[in-house]
């Protein structure tokens, strides 16, 4: 009984967060791959993240990384520093995100903000949507409204990969 209450009024927190992912106000533009200063990187906890962070600092060597780690219930924090987790728990009544840190790392504006989660779930479509990134980034999913999709992408390091391809190719508009 005690779980069907906790999973209802976790509901109840998800659809109030949904419904404030309206996103803020903010400049877009596309830069070029040697125009970005600063990156926000966006993923859900798994067992290949620091493979996938190696990879994408090694994409963007000069660049300072500003990471988020989304932990749904029962994932392990990472073992790199300078990482915002975020869990569930961090939630509040009325879709209130009580962890400072991410309130603070998403009013932050940066160059590049790339979401490297492959499932959409309420709390990363809440950082995509209220990001102050001038560029948005990740693989092309249900619910993720993106200045950049990355389409016809198998993995997060194929992802990185075309990504950055792409960026290659692109003229500061």
Same mark, same amino acid.
């Given at each position: 009984?005690?779980?069907?209450?906790?999973?209802?009024?976790?509901?109840?927190?998800?659809?109030?967060? %949904?419904?404030?992912? %309206?996103?803020?106000?903010?400049? #877009?533009?596309? =830069?070029?791959?040697?125009?970005?200063?600063?990156?926000?990187?966006?993923?859900?906890?798994?067992?290949?993240?620091?493979?996938?962070?190696?990879?994408? #600092?090694?994409?963007? =060597?000069?660049?300072?990384?500003?990471?988020?780690?989304?932990? =749904?219930?029962?994932?392990?924090?990472?073992?790199?520093?300078?990482?915002?987790?975020?869990?569930?728990?961090?939630?509040?009544?009325?879709? #209130?995100?009580?962890?400072?840190?991410?309130? %603070?790392?998403?009013?932050?504006?940066?160059?590049?903000?790339?979401?490297?989660?492959?499932?959409?779930?309420?709390?990363?479509?809440?950082?995509?949507?209220?990001?102050?990134?001038?560029?948005?980034?990740?693989?092309?999913?249900?619910?993720?409204?993106?200045?950049?999709?990355?389409?016809?992408?198998?993995?997060?390091?194929?992802?990185?990969?075309?990504?950055?391809?792409?960026?290659? #190719?692109?003229?500061?508009?």
């Amino acid at each position: 009984m005690k779980q069907i209450i906790h999973k209802i009024f976790h509901r109840m927190k998800q659809d109030s967060l %949904a419904k404030k992912t %309206a996103g803020k106000r903010r400049t #877009k533009q596309y =830069p070029d791959l040697h125009a970005v200063k600063s990156c926000l990187v966006v993923w859900c906890a798994n067992d290949r993240q620091e493979e996938y962070l190696k990879h994408l #600092k090694k994409k963007l =060597p000069q660049v300072k990384l500003d990471k988020i780690c989304f932990l =749904p219930e029962g994932s392990p924090a990472p073992s790199f520093r300078d990482v915002v987790c975020v869990k569930e728990e961090e939630l509040g009544f009325g879709g #209130k995100i009580l962890n400072e840190e991410l309130l %603070a790392l998403l009013d932050k504006e940066c160059d590049l903000l790339v979401d490297l989660s492959e499932e959409s779930n309420v709390m990363i479509d809440y950082i995509l949507g209220n990001s102050q990134a001038k560029c948005k980034a990740g693989m092309k999913k249900e619910n993720f409204d993106a200045d950049l999709m990355i389409d016809g992408v198998t993995g997060v390091s194929e992802l990185i990969d075309k990504l950055f391809e792409v960026l290659a #190719k692109l003229k500061k508009y």
